[in-house]
């Protein structure tokens, strides 16, 4: 494969942006385990936690459809995501300039950059809306910002982003290993000090179990049944479902999980979805009634930085500072792939600068953030039938009978039913949409309509005609790395099973997990009954040895046993 896209490796930074990811730089599954509970758990989830409160369906149905549609969501990276980004260990654009010619790739590069650099800018806006409160400036909800020190600050959070997303994936995944435990704990730690307020306006007895609790109080000061309202179980779950759908079934992701060791590896988007998608709207819901309820104002008046502070004081600022953080970093990195995707020769280091420039002017203007629901589904829809393409060309195409890569051994720079396969997706979502389907609703018929336009073209167009003898010479190459890649991974990760943490990594280590259970023990109390501002005040100080510890504890283990 490598012959066949041309000789480019990742340069400096080893991140192979045209070539298949060599065994030396894959990564252990602990990689991944932090990088996707870092990602997902982000603060952005204050603001969809808040959005299922604004809909008005009951305790039943969010909870429900969040379970049904985080499966869905994962099933969806660990069976079509990630096997064929380690079957190719190429990013989607170099995969898709196999596929379907360098003429497509480049429209769907600039369409998903930007999609990235949008989703990154609202990432860098939650984080800014955190910082916004040390400095007293109002929340900016509106389209445009109102305050220029909340632009200056925007700006300046964004600077820091930029300079890990340049680092490359492994920084990226190193950042969110030591940001992801305290991340989730402090979603939960929020929802457990909030939770008195709600359960004492509901007037709940001190013996009311915590299922009869959860939805008494969720029924009646949180997830509020509307009957005038549109929205339902379904709407939840397909919302759950499609919010990432241009990294699973758009295969964005291949971009990530090429340098997974193990296809299995995508199993830890449960990680992201069931702790941050699940667990973390959930919580974030709680928090966001239990703070509106506190300043007596509505939550749709709330930017994440006000709800944090109202449940955790300056260490609930950090964590939605973390948050917009930990999610940022991937996407600027994904959308400066896919800007260097346009032009082989550009160094992905210096797009990935003026990709995150991009993004932080971007993240200025709130507009990202207050429309984030209307954005996802717009973005899934777009990119989601390229995906159908990639699946149908992968799997389905040998099994009907049909050429792999028949586009790129004629010799063709657009592969037109690729083309005509997207359009025809997208023209049924349309007219679905138009006829009163829901956009939530839409990637269904787009992908089915795109899969069986693209197989029924392509057949016509070539890709039924025998491989060509390069072909067969391609397809042995390939095999050949294939079994030379499974010899050094397994040798790799033999040789890995027998390092053991050194004394500085196991010292940190302890003084980590100290940190955490301390966090915890404050937030029960709480829970129980201790006074509020008290956690407040000193959540901060574990919070401070947790990040000092754990800095020391994965910097001490990746110096010792390498990626």
């Known amino acids: 494969m490598a012959e066949v896209l041309g000789s480019s490796h990742g340069g400096a930074q080893g991140e192979f942006d045209r070539s298949p990811v060599t065994p030396d730089r894959m990564l252990s599954a602990r990689h991944f385990a932090a990088s996707y509970a870092g990602e997902h758990v982000a603060g952005t989830e204050f603001v969809i936690g808040a959005m299922f409160v604004a809909w008005g369906v009951s305790t039943g149905a969010v909870i429900g459809g969040l379970i049904l549609g985080n499966l869905l969501a994962v099933l969806s990276w660990a069976l079509v995501c990630a096997p064929i980004a380690t079957d190719t260990r190429l990013t989607l654009y170099a995969y898709l300039e196999k596929i379907a010619g360098p003429g497509m790739t480049r429209i769907y590069s600039v369409i998903n950059g930007i999609f990235f650099c949008i989703l990154g800018g609202a990432m860098i806006t939650v984080s800014a809306s955190a910082v916004r409160i040390l400095f007293d400036i109002p929340p900016q909800v509106d389209w445009y910002p109102t305050s220029a020190a909340f632009v200056a600050l925007a700006l300046a959070v964004g600077a820091v982003v930029v300079v890990i997303a340049v680092r490359g994936f492994a920084v990226v995944a190193r950042f969110a290993e030591v940001c992801a435990p305290w991340m989730i704990l402090m979603f939960a730690a929020g929802a457990l000090a909030l939770w008195p307020v709600l359960s004492a306006q509901a007037g709940l007895a001190p013996s ?257 005609e025998p491989v060509s003898k390069a072909g067969d010479s391609q397809n042995l190459l390939e095999a050949q790395r294939k079994q030379t890649e499974h010899t050094q991974i397994t040798a790799s990760f033999v040789a890995g099973q027998s390092a053991a943490p050194g004394l500085t990594a196991q010292f940190s280590r302890v003084v980590a997990w100290a940190s955490l259970l301390t966090c915890a023990a404050m937030a029960v109390a709480v829970f129980s009954g201790s006074d509020l501002q008290v956690l407040r005040n000193w959540l901060i100080a574990p919070t401070l040895v947790y990040f000092i510890s754990a800095t020391l504890w994965i910097t001490a283990k990746e110096r010792q046993s390498g990626p």
């Open 208 to 464: 009311t179990g915590f299922w009869d609790a959860l939805w008494a109080v969720g029924d009646n000061f949180i997830w509020v049944e509307n009957p005038a309202s549109t929205m339902s179980f379904w709407h939840v779950a397909a919302f759950a479902w499609i919010c990432n759908l241009p990294m699973h079934l758009g295969l964005s992701d291949m971009t990530v999980l090429r340098f997974a060791r193990r296809s299995s590896y995508g199993y830890f988007a449960a990680l992201g979805m069931f702790i941050g998608h699940f667990g973390a709207w959930i919580c974030a819901g709680i928090m966001g009634a239990g703070a509106a309820l506190l300043l007596k104002t509505g939550i749709q008046a709330l930017d994440a930085g006000a709800v944090a502070n109202q449940a955790l004081g300056s260490a609930g600022i950090i964590a939605v500072i973390i948050a917009g953080w930990t999610t940022s970093n991937p996407t600027i990195y994904r959308a400066g792939l896919a800007f260097q995707s346009l032009n082989h020769r550009w160094n992905r280091t210096r797009v990935t600068i003026v990709t995150g420039a991009i993004t932080t002017v971007i993240a200025c203007f709130p507009f990202v953030f207050s429309r984030l629901m209307d954005f996802l589904g717009l973005m899934g829809l777009l990119l989601a039938p390229v995906g159908a393409v990639i699946v149908a060309e992968h799997w389905l195409f040998p099994r009907l009978g049909l050429t792999r890569y028949w586009s790129h051994y004629k010799g063709q720079s657009l592969n037109r039913p690729a083309l005509f396969a997207w359009l025809a997706g997208l023209a049924v979502a349309f007219v679905a949409n138009r006829a009163g389907l829901h956009l939530f609703f839409l990637l269904v018929p787009a992908w089915i309509t795109a899969t069986l336009v693209y197989i029924i073209a392509a057949r016509v167009m070539g890709a039924a």
